[in-house]
């Protein structure tokens, strides 16, 4: 087995486990009423998503988040910040 078949089988392995672990969350949290909780919650920033970049979070991620935010909110429908940081010139 070659080094690319390798990890692309952890990949698929990873993205399994994701969606096991939201499938018992789901099942945890679905008979939950939300009304019965007497705080409110706010995301984002005056009405719109609003993305800041972590610190463990590279460039390249960062970036598909920018691009998936793009693709599911439309230019101009979110806020982002990012960090310039290159890590690539570290040693």
Do not use: H, T, W
């Amino acid at each position: 087995m070659s080094i690319d078949q390798r990890k692309r089988q952890k990949k698929l392995a990873k993205k399994k486990a994701k969606r096991k672990d939201y499938k018992i969350s789901r099942q945890l949290l679905m008979d939950l009423d939300p009304n019965v909780c007497p705080n409110q919650y706010i995301f984002g920033k005056d009405g719109k998503p609003f993305y800041i970049s972590g610190p463990n979070e590279n460039q390249n991620q960062s970036k598909k988040i920018v691009e998936k935010l793009l693709r599911n909110c439309g230019e101009g429908n979110f806020d982002y910040i990012v960090s310039s940081f290159d890590e690539s010139k570290i040693l």
